[in-house]
């Protein structure tokens, strides 16, 4: 996970995103600097927030690990279209529908379920 490019690249990345961000406050006039420096921000700024963006990504990844896969059946729903029809494939990962002619209003109603379609599937 950590390799030594990986690290460099976070703190070189956080370290300039992250006082690219701060520059908001020193521009607004919030902080000022007595060192002074590029555009008003002290020199030891970006080093400062390259540590931390390391510090907090290192101190985030024992965590990360330990979060739970969802399952492919968590994913299944029941679907209910009024004045509507389903014309998205079954299990698909887009809920698609065609509105019945001259419906003003379409409803639909996402349940976690079996995955089987229920309503006007036919539009009358």
């Known amino acids: 996970m ?3 490019g990986r690290i460099l ?9 992250l006082a690219l961000c701060d520059q908001i406050h020193v521009q607004a006039g919030v902080l000022d600097y007595e060192t ?6 002290a020199w030891w700024v970006p080093l400062q927030f390259g540590v931390a963006a390391v510090a907090i990504v290192a101190g985030a990844v024992p965590f990360a690990g330990q979060r739970a ?8 729903t029941d679907v209910e279209a ?3 029809r389903i014309v998205s494939a ?14 003003r209003e379409v409803s639909v109603t996402v349940d976690p379920g079996s995955g089987t379609p ?6 009358a």
Not at 9 to 17: K, M, S
Not at 70 to 75: E, H, I, N, Q
């Open 2 to 4: 950590f390799t030594p």
């Open 9 to 17: 690249a976070l703190f070189v990345g956080g370290g300039i995103g």
């Open 36 to 41: 002074g420096g590029f555009f008003g921000q």
């Open 69 to 76: 896969k969802p399952k492919s059946a968590d994913f299944v």
């Open 82 to 84: 009024r004045a509507a």
């Open 90 to 103: 079954p299990r698909a990962r887009i809920l698609r529908l065609a509105a019945c002619r001259g419906a």
């Open 118 to 123: 229920h309503g006007d599937q036919g539009c």
